[in-house]
């Protein structure tokens, strides 16, 4: 079994695309952290703007809980007039042919 040490254009190539992509994930990397330390002060403002729109969200979510709760109760009462129960009764849907 032997061994070929002969060095290739196409080993330096690869061997210089590999260091290239190295350094470029590295400056890529330097230059997100840089960022988000940068943007750390804007992030805490946006929290506060996010906490407050959650908080809307959650009354939107709970008004419309109450208006689905009213629309059974009416569906309910509709269904029930349509059966003879309720206001609705025969003697006074006799006086109306």
Same mark, same amino acid.
């Given at each position: ?8 254009? &196409?080993? %330096? ?10 350094? %470029?994930?590295?400056?890529?990397? #330097? ?5 988000? #330390?940068? +943007?750390? #002060? ?5 929290? +506060? ?6 908080? #809307?969200? &959650? ?24 059966? &003879?129960? +309720? ?11």
């Amino acid at each position: 079994m032997t061994i070929d040490y002969t060095i290739t254009v &196409g080993n %330096l190539i690869e061997i210089a695309s590999i260091v290239g992509g190295g350094i %470029l994930v590295l400056m890529t990397l #330097k230059s997100d952290v840089s960022a988000l #330390k940068s +943007g750390a #002060k804007d992030v805490r403002l946006d929290l +506060g703007e996010m906490q407050s729109e959650i908080k #809307k969200i &959650g009354e939107v979510l709970i008004t419309q809980a109450d208006q689905n709760r009213r629309i059974m109760h009416l569906e309910e009462d509709v269904r029930e007039l349509r059966h &003879g129960r +309720g206001f609705v009764r025969e003697a006074i849907e006799r006086e109306y042919p």
